[in-house]
């Protein structure tokens, strides 16, 4: 199924957000980690001439560009060495459909991870939005929403006369089946994505993969105050990977320790491969149009969503790729090739037990949404072996979950409900660690092509 065009609604200009200025940071230890002041990016222009779309940043030093195409959305992605982009949180937002664009009054939370199926109004020219940050580590990326197809003619660093640099992108209307060949082109000959990933030790532990949505290009929702789902879930991501090690019963791996963004299909990866016994995404998004819906959602996966509103949210967390200017191909993992259907029930039947106890114990201490366990087809949850749920904490939307998700206090009693949700399970399946991975292993050896044919049967 092609990707819905993507859509961010617009707030009105505020002050620079301090988070937004730091979205390049590199990652905290690195031994070689070269020295070198980071180049920086400013001031992001758009001008629209004629058929010629031209954006612009200042610069403050030379680097290496590569700009390309992608389809379905169409994109079009200009990949550099790492850069920190010091721009307004506000910088590339389209308008929102049903903003009246006053400023001040009626401030609205923008969800950036938005679907919209309308035709969009442009920016500028061509443009109709865009966004930019770090793409994995040591590489930025700045992903340009198209609205209308068009070719990138130029993409260069240029110094004018008195020295100053300018990072400028030249984009010319094009019809469709140019754009398309020129994606084509693009997808031919892009580097394969780097694998961030290192064999896990074995401790004899239980591993709990935490994932902290979103990341790097891909800021998921903005609360009305600035802050930015992408840092809150860090936060809550290493306050729970710090309490879980603490106890010496589990060992954790964070999908993302710093601001970067990881592909959908890396994350389920990162589990796989580090031998995950339970793998949990944690999510703060919003529901724009419903500011008084409040409380945390436990999701687990299903192919039949739980309702309509548990479906919308799955498409949008699943166009986290394309958000990042990631091909379809690119983005694109084996789980889905695995027909390991005894398996992946077993896997989804241990994701439902630990999904409610998770309910139960949130709810002792902070609030739940008035139906807190739903399902859908979250490509996060996908692994076939992992036991999976995606927490979403609270929203973004809403002005009671936004001040507790920014506080301490409510981060901790929260984490500790999640770990002590995390004991519950552990203790009620016995041993813990291995369990599941031998029935797994016993399921794999009698599976056979007769099991195919079978529908998932998880209790959702
Ligand atoms: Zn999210």
């Known amino acids: 199924m092609p990707l819905v065009a993507l859509a961010c609604a617009l707030s009105p200009p505020m002050a620079m957000a301090a988070g937004r200025v730091r979205l390049a940071q590199a990652p905290t230890v690195s031994a070689d980690a070269p020295t070198t002041a980071p180049i920086i990016a400013a001031n992001p222009r758009l001008d629209s001439l004629g058929d010629l779309t031209r954006m612009s940043f200042d610069i403050s030093d030379a680097t290496p560009l590569r700009a390309f195409a992608l389809a379905d959305p169409d994109r079009v992605v200009v990949e550099m060495p790492e850069v920190e982009f010091r721009v307004d949180a506000n910088a590339g937002r389209a308008p929102a459909p049903t903003s009246n664009r006053a400023p001040g009054r009626g401030r609205k939370p923008v969800d950036r991870s938005a679907v919209a199926s309308a035709p969009r109004a442009p920016l500028a020219g061509v443009v109709a939005s865009y966004r930019m940050g770090l793409f994995a580590p040591g590489k930025s990326r700045i992903v340009i929403d198209l609205a209308e197809p068009a070719r990138v003619v130029r993409a260069a660093i240029e110094t004018d006369a008195s020295g100053a640099r300018r990072l400028v992108v030249e984009m010319a209307r094009a019809d469709r089946p140019t754009f398309l060949a020129e994606a084509r082109k693009a997808q031919a000959t892009a580097p394969p994505p780097s694998s961030p990933l290192a064999p896990a030790p074995t401790t004899g532990k239980p591993v709990i993969v935490i994932d902290a949505g979103h990341g790097g290009v891909d800021d998921g929702a903005h609360a009305a105050s600035g802050a930015m789902e992408k840092d809150i879930v860090l936060e809550f991501a290493r306050n729970l990977s710090e309490r879980l090690e603490k106890t010496g019963r589990y060992r954790t791996v964070l999908t993302r320790g710093t601001d970067v963004f990881i592909p959908l299909g890396d994350r389920v990866k990162i589990a796989r491969e580090a031998g995950a016994a339970l793998f949990v995404s944690v999510h703060a998004d919003m529901l724009v149009d419903e500011p008084q819906v409040s409380g945390a959602t436990i999701y687990t996966v299903s192919d039949k969503a739980s309702d309509a509103q548990a479906a919308r949210f799955a498409d949008k967390e699943n166009q986290s790729d394309a958000i990042a200017g990631l091909d379809g191909a690119e983005g694109h993992d084996d789980v889905a090739d695995i027909l390991y259907d005894l398996t992946r029930r077993e896997t989804r039947s241990y994701s439902h037990v ?107």
């Open 354 to 460: 630990f999904a409610r106890t998770l309910v139960d114990y949130f709810g002792e201490v902070a609030k739940l949404n008035k139906n807190a366990r739903r399902s859908a087809g979250f490509r996060v949850l996908k692994a076939p072996d992992v036991p999976s749920v995606l927490l979403e904490l609270g929203y973004l939307s809403s002005d009671l979950d936004s001040r507790n998700l920014v506080s301490g206090d409510w981060r901790d009693r929260v984490s500790m409900a999640v770990a002590t949700a995390i004991d519950a399970f552990f203790k009620n399946r016995g041993d813990g660690a291995g369990k599941l991975e031998d029935a797994a292993l016993g399921l794999k050896a009698s599976f056979n092509a007769s099991a195919r044919g079978d529908s998932d049967q998880a209790d959702h």
